[in-house]
């Protein structure tokens, strides 16, 4: 049974950082790319990042480009997404999400003073 847990959100202050993890389970992660959507309240859910999956090979929206890294671990069987300089815009649910397989229960960030 395919799993992804997202974990890490959080409140954080305008400017700071979070770091966002997905931990996945019941498939084989390292043949897989992965991505990290979001949606704010309101808005439909959009692309934040994406990785292949070797990890070579990444992709930003260009609302977070240069503010957020995507990474991986195919030992652990991670994603993960380090999110720098936020923005109150940048509140919304994050969800970890392998194409075929349900959206999760995200985890909530939420950005303000």
């Not at 671990?73 to 970890?96: F, G, H, I």
Request: with cysteine.
């Amino acid at each position: 049974q395919v799993q992804l847990v997202e974990s890490g959100g959080g409140l954080a202050q305008p400017g700071g950082s979070l770091r966002l993890s997905c931990a996945a389970s019941g498939f084989t992660f390292s043949s897989h790319a992965m991505s990290w959507y979001r949606q704010a309240p309101g808005k439909e859910r959009e692309l934040a990042a994406g990785i292949s999956a070797t990890g070579g090979s990444t992709n930003y929206a260009d609302s977070v480009k240069g503010r957020f890294t995507i990474s991986r671990d195919n030992a652990r069987n991670t994603v993960s997404l380090q999110m720098n300089s936020l923005k109150p815009e940048d509140t919304a649910v994050y969800y970890c999400k392998l194409i075929g397989v349900p959206w999760g229960q995200g985890t909530q960030v939420t950005v303000s003073s």
